[in-house]
Nanobody
Framework: EVQLVESGGGLVQPGGSLRLSCTAS????????MGWFRQTPGKEREGVAA???????DYSDSVKGRFTVSQDNGKTTLYLQMNSLEPDDTAMYYC???????????????????WGQGTQVTVSS
């Protein structure tokens, strides 16, 4: 059974940092891409950052320069280093894996086959 488990969320003050992790298990093949999405109540889920098997990364304009997406060498764990956090970054963050079709943008929600349950990030003083 494929599972994606996120961790690392929490409460942080504006300007602070957090590192999210997403551990993948149950795959019989290496995921061709993995990404981070976020959602707040009443809003659409939005793509934040993603990486494909070739190492190409994609970031939303709102996090570019502040967030960094990466993977471990075994490509089973996805990370999101979040710096200079702002209150607008408050959201449930979800990990996604396996892109089901080629796409120039890796931040499309309907691109991904598997999803984690999410980890909450709250940025507040």
């Amino acid at each position: 059974e494929v599972q994606l488990v996120e961790s690392g969320g929490g409460l942080v003050q504006p300007g602070g940092s957090l590192r999210l992790s997403c551990t993948a298990s149950g795959f019989t093949y290496r995921s061709n891409c993995m990404g981070w999405f976020r959602q707040t109540p009443g809003k659409e889920r939005e793509g934040v950052a993603a990486i494909n098997v070739d190492g190409r990364t994609d970031y939303s304009d709102s996090v570019k320069g502040r967030f960094t997406v990466s993977q471990d060498n075994g490509k089973t764990t996805l990370y999101l280093q979040m710096n200079s956090l702002e209150p607008d970054d408050t959201a449930m963050y979800y990990c996604a894996a396996v892109c089901e079709r080629p796409s120039r943008s890796l931040l499309l929600q309907d691109l991904y086959k598997f999803w984690g349950q999410g980890t909450q990030v709250t940025v507040s003083s």
